[in-house]
Each structure stands twice: as structure tokens, then as C-alpha cells.
């Protein structure tokens, strides 16, 4: 701003000499014309810069280690106006605060949310020469999604399979079958007709596939910063692998809220779940688990080999 007054009076100081040389009508107004300049301009700046929005922003998903720059964006019916700024940036399971020029990168060396909210915000008219703060100003949440890490030694998958087997719904092919009577309402499509003339009474061929036991992944959200980066990849990991093999599971994390329980069914309920629990603070030390009841029980902790 100091340079476009600079160069605003240096305009003044150049009609002056102007008109003092040729004292004509036109130089006349030419100076009146500058004069009035940063009053008209402010008049028709005024509408814009006060009706406008600022939000911080930036390109989403954020993974972790990335490099992406945080910017401001200007939301205004009117042509935008010049706008000076900060971003504030705030990763909320720790309260770290950084301040950020808009074009830095976000601190992305860590998993967890981020809170950017513009700050010192100012509002310039079309000339630049004044300005007015505003409050309109949005902040943004930016997940820092943590890298899918293996874990070597996970126990054999099996065990998790199914412990007994129930009718598939609305029949249908399936591998395994149980052969029953006849019950009516029951489809003339699943008769086994070589068995029914054996035994002189319709027997049904009902398809049948497992019944799941209920699958539990647990995980503390303490430790430091490197060991949570590890326990989220590794709770990433799994459950992306357990979802492959379409096994719902759940997610039962300590966190300082208490316990909180997401259930993970595809990919889209695996990230709402993941987004809402980057957004969580550290458990207590003295925190201590509930009885859980599972068919299979998988710890996730801040080591590769711990279970």
C-alpha cells in the first residue's frame, strides 16, 4: 500500500507541474481528476469489500508428507478487490499453531486434522490505497491421511471366516447347500428332484452362505507423533484388507472423548471414519478399556509386530 500512495502522489506532483506550466483548462482538470481519484475509487470499492468472503483453501486429500500450499480464496459477487492475509493453522489432537504466508505448504510431516483459518485479513479498494478488516472469513478442515503400512504378522485370516451358516437371502446360487422339506411359499426352483423322488417328499436345495462373527479393530490414540502416524497406517492397512475380502468390521479407538465406535462396511464409511477420528484428541494415560465382546479381536499398537 505504501508504494501505490508513492506513486499516487508522485501523480499529483506531476499534474501540479503540469498545470502550473501550461495553466490551461485541461490540466485544471486533470489535477481535479486526481485529486478526487482515492475518494471515487473507495465510493465504488465500498460495495465489494464489504460483501465479500474469505476462506482459506487448498487442494484435497492431503496425504501424509505432501507437499501442498495453502492459499486464500475470494467468494464475491461483485469484482474482487486486492486482499492481503495470514492463515492460521492449527492441528487440533495436539493445539500446535503455525502462521502461514498464502502459497506455503502445510505441515503435512504428521496424520491428524487441520484447522486453517484465514487471519489479519485485509480488504483493500481497487487502487490499494485503503483498506477495511473484515470478519467474513471461513476456515477450512484438512485431514492429513496417514500411508497404508503392512503389518508382517498378522494371524491367519481364517479365523475370522464364518463359525456357522444361515439361508442366503431370496435363495440364488451358493457353494454350499442344506437340503430340507418342502415348505410352502418356498420356490419350485430349489427342488432337488432326484432326492425328492428318493424319498417320495419334496426336498428343498436352500443355499446357504457364512454368518460372520463380529470382527473389532482396536487402537489407543496416544503415544508420540511418529507411533500414531504408525497405528493409523496400520488400521488403514487392515481394514482396506479386510474389506477386500468383504468382512464388515468395526473400529473401537480410546481416544480423549472416551471410546468411540465406527462401523467400516466400504470404502466411503472408512474415510468418514478416518476423518472423524484424525479430528480426535489424545486418550488419557489412565484411560482404560471396556469389555468387548468379538468373534475376532485385532490390536492395533504403535510397533509393526505388536498385536
Avoid at 75 to 91: E, M, Q
Avoid at 133 to 148: D, F, G, M, N
Avoid at 149 to 165: G, K, M, T, Y
Avoid at 215 to 240: C, H, N, P, R, Y
Amino acid at each position: 500500500m505504501v508504494r501505490r500512495w508513492i506513486l499516487y502522489l508522485l501523480a499529483v506532483v506531476l499534474c501540479m507541474v503540469f498545470y502550473f506550466a501550461y495553466l490551461q483548462w485541461f490540466a485544471w482538470l486533470l489535477l481535479v481528476g486526481v485529486l478526487c481519484l482515492p475518494l471515487a475509487g473507495l465510493l465504488v470499492s465500498l460495495p465489494a469489500m464489504l460483501t465479500l468472503q474469505v476462506a482459506a483453501s487448498c487442494a484435497l486429500p492431503v496425504g501424509l508428507g505432501e507437499e501442498e500450499p495453502a492459499s486464500l480464496r475470494v467468494d464475491c459477487k461483485l469484482p474482487a478487490p486486492p486482499v492481503r492475509g495470514r492463515i492460521r493453522v492449527t492441528r487440533t489432537n495436539t493445539g500446535e499453531k503455525w502462521k502461514l504466508k498464502p502459497g506455503r505448504n502445510l505441515p503435512s510431516d504428521h496424520c491428524g486434522e487441520l484447522v486453517c483459518q484465514p487471519v489479519q485479513i485485509k480488504v483493500y479498494d481497487y487502487l490499494g490505497l485503503f483498506f477495511v478488516p473484515t470478519q467474513r472469513k471461513i476456515a477450512l478442515s484438512v485431514p492429513i491421511l496417514p500411508k497404508a503400512e503392512p503389518i508382517r504378522h498378522l494371524p491367519d485370516i481364517e479365523r475370522i471366516l464364518a463359525q456357522s451358516w444361515v439361508p442366503k437371502p431370496g435363495g440364488g446360487y451358493a457353494e454350499n447347500h442344506e437340503l430340507r422339506l418342502y415348505r410352502p411359499g418356498d420356490s419350485l426352483n430349489q427342488i432337488h428332484w432326484k432326492m425328492s423322488a428318493k424319498t417320495g417328499k419334496y426336498i428343498i436345495r436352500e443355499a446357504m452362505i457364512p454368518k460372520n462373527s463380529r470382527i473389532i479393530l482396536t487402537m489407543e490414540l496416544k503415544g508420540t507423533a511418529g507411533q500414531q502416524d504408525t497405528k493409523f497406517g496400520q488400521l488403514v492397512w487392515l481394514s482396506q484388507y479386510l474389506l477386500e475380502k468383504e468382512l464388515r468390521h468395526e473400529w473401537s479407538v480410546l481416544t480423549g472423548n472416551g471410546l468411540r465406535s465406527f462401523p467400516v462396511a466400504d470404502e466411503a464409511s472408512l474415510m468418514v471414519a478416518l476423518n472423524q477420528l484424525l479430528a480426535e484428541p489424545p486418550a488419557m494415560d489412565d484411560a482404560t478399556w471396556p469389555s468387548l465382546n468379538a468373534g475376532w479381536h485385532y490390536r492395533i499398537g504403535g510397533e509393526q509386530d505388536e498385536a
